[in-house]
């Protein structure tokens, strides 16, 4: 299905167009009868593509790390050392949660974990 997207946003005119139709249409034969040999093969994944996926991923979260790390530098924030300290603790509470994985299950036991601790409402 990725190459299809791919290939629709290739798309020069109605042949093309047609041709992606087509391509479609035997995929979904090939699938309701389980001729899965008749399946196109994945493309293969780059390592560029691995690794821009990975800095994607990691980028909100060093950014997080960052910024806690960098708190106490800042000039012009009149902070104590209490309320500096709960500032970064959550930063760095927000960079472990954006690195789990965006599931229902997941945010369920977030919510679940914070309601057991009175931080969130029911």
Do not use: C
């Amino acid at each position: 299905m990725k190459n299809s997207v791919q290939r629709i946003a290739d798309m020069r005119d109605r042949n093309d167009f047609n041709e992606l139709v087509r391509d479609l249409g035997h995929t979904m034969v090939a699938v309701s009868e389980e001729r899965w040999e008749e399946l196109p093969k994945p493309a293969p994944v780059s390592a560029s593509s691995k690794i821009r996926g990975l800095l994607g991923r990691l980028a909100g979260p060093l950014s997080y790390v960052a910024l806690a790390l960098a708190l106490p530098y800042f000039p012009l924030l009149p902070l104590e050392e209490g309320q500096l300290n709960s500032v970064r603790f959550l930063l760095l509470g927000m960079a472990a949660l954006a690195l789990m994985p965006i599931g229902l299950d997941s945010r369920r036991q977030v919510t679940d974990l914070l309601q057991s601790h009175g931080i969130a409402g029911r």
